[in-house]
């Protein structure tokens, strides 16, 4: 790993270094927190966690070839190299900062109260037409996650496209600080981590905190249609490039045409007069393209929008970005479609809150046949959280579902708000609606209430852990 010495790292993370002057210049081949991935040469940060303390696997991981350990302990009698921290929490950012630093690369961060991941996803997709690209993969987006891809980087890699998570004030400025992006994405400031942040406007300046570490000559990219972003009219001097549907100013969409689960077809304009120019940039990059998203949901017209932003700002032509929109591919929990034995399961259950819970909902209303919808409880959204589970199920019933299954205490007032909107409103779509306390007994009761044909959407907070719902409906077709 460029420059990442024993004699660097422990500057880095202000460590008290122990072993012999030799091994002080030596460099480590890669940095793990988890034991099992040690590599020759490599280097082991032990974090004691809320189930394990990883000093318990130093032996193992040294025997395992590891050049170097940090530890919060002394190691009396160690012989082989170390370094003594008070926290190897904060020396794992600190030594992802150093090594961040070290490599001659650009940085896309990304972040956002919904799309974040399919954003990430979306932008990677674009620039691996002209790039060498890592991006974050799964949930490694928070203060483990984010150090933990940076060390995933490689001299070989010119862009790292990283998926930045929080759910309270500092966590971003301690995430930018890390990441020191030179392009900027925000996707929209909706409600979610409302226990912390309490309000959009409190959701705007923790996100906004990406700012912070960012390159002050790099480029800001927000939606331009959400009322919030809007606001930001320039950071370090720059006036930020947007995008957006209704806003026309900057980069926008139109002739939309809903594919159904199919995907989204439409025109993006580039604005050339709005693009950021950089000295990479060609001069058909700002040419106007029709494109074709192969992922469902007219929100991901956003997501295409922000991609062909960022592909813009780094030097891609039109066809570029064109033809790695047309090309990406969904993943699990994430917008992912899966057929299986008769059945076309929308499997979004990564995570959820308020606004992507009907973003999905209009995703499914799209399809063709029976709708199910399996809905689980949203976490941290505050004190209002039935209130705003009891909007999303007002705003199912206005779709044309035929079946809403709800999982979980909160996810009773998801079936209230439903049940009130048809009690309410006498041409509403009759949408039969039933309860569970578990998943277990909903699973119990699905090949009573699914049928062969059904499209149905899976989605709910990560912590209810529907990824195991979606597995019953595969398991059960195959019977």
């Not at 409600?191 to 570490?213: M, P, Q, V, Y």
């Not at 999905?360 to 046949?369: E, F, M, P």
């Not at 206005?398 to 439903?418: C, E, F, H, N, P």
């Not at 699973?443 to 990560?462: E, F, R, T």
């Amino acid at each position: 790993m460029k420059g990442m010495t024993l004699e660097a790292v422990a500057k880095a993370c202000d460590g008290i270094y122990h072993g012999s002057d030799g091994d002080k210049i030596k460099e480590v081949s890669a940095i793990t927190t988890d034991s099992r991935q040690i590599q020759p040469q490599g280097m082991f940060i032990a974090i004691k966690g809320a189930r394990s303390d990883g000093h318990a696997y130093i032996d193992s991981c040294y025997e395992k070839g590891a050049l170097c350990c940090i530890s919060e302990q002394e190691l009396p009698g160690e012989k082989r190299p170390y370094i003594q921290v008070e926290s190897s929490l904060q020396a794992l950012k600190d030594i992802a900062q150093l090594y961040r630093a070290n490599l001659d690369i650009k940085v896309v961060g990304i972040t956002g109260s919904v799309g974040k991941t399919s954003t990430k996803e979306t932008i990677a997709a674009v620039l691996s037409q002209k790039y060498k690209v890592l991006k974050t993969q799964g949930n490694f987006n928070n203060e483990i996650g984010l150090p933990l891809t940076i060390f995933r980087l490689t001299e070989e890699d010119e862009i790292a496209v990283l998926e930045m998570g929080i759910s309270d004030f500092g966590e971003m400025t301690r995430l930018t600080k890390i990441a020191q992006p030179d392009i900027c994405v925000i996707t929209n400031i909706g409600l979610c981590h409302l226990e912390n942040l309490k309000s959009r406007d409190g959701i705007l300046k923790a996100k906004t905190e990406i700012f912070k570490s960012m390159n002050p000559d790099g480029t800001v990219i927000l939606n331009g249609d959400d009322d919030k972003l809007i606001t930001i009219s320039e950071v370090y001097g720059k006036k930020p490039v947007f995008f957006g549907i209704k806003n026309t100013a900057g980069i926008y969409a139109d002739h939309i045409e809903n594919l159904g689960l199919e995907g989204v077809r439409c025109r993006i304009h580039m604005a050339a007069d709005n693009a950021v120019q950089t000295e990479n940039q060609t001069e058909n990059a700002a040419e106007d393209f029709t494109v074709q998203i192969p992922v469902a949901g007219e929100h991901m017209v956003y997501n295409a929008m922000a991609a062909a932003a960022v592909g813009e700002a780094l030097g891609l032509t039109a066809e570029q970005i064109k033809t790695g929109i047309e090309g990406m591919e969904t993943i699990a929990g994430r917008n992912h479609i899966i057929r299986e034995n008769g059945f076309l399961i929308l499997d979004d259950c990564y995570n959820a809150n308020p606004v992507s819970m009907k973003a999905s909902v209009d995703v499914l209303d799209t399809a063709k046949g029976r709708k199910v919808c399996i809905l689980g409880d949203m976490f941290e959204l505050g004190e209002n959280e039935k209130q705003l589970h009891y909007e999303v199920g007002s705003y199912l019933a206005q779709k044309q579902m035929d079946v809403l299954l709800t999982v979980g205490a909160l996810s009773t007032s998801i079936a209230q708000g439903a049940k009130d909107y048809r009690k309410n409103h006498a041409g509403a779509y009759p949408c039969s609606v039933h309860t569970f306390t578990t998943k277990e007994e909903l699973i119990a009761q699905l090949p009573a209430l699914l049928k062969q044909g059904d499209n149905i959407l899976v989605k709910a907070s990560h912590a209810m852990e529907f990824p195991k719902v979606i597995e019953a409906i595969t398991e059960m077709t195959q019977e």
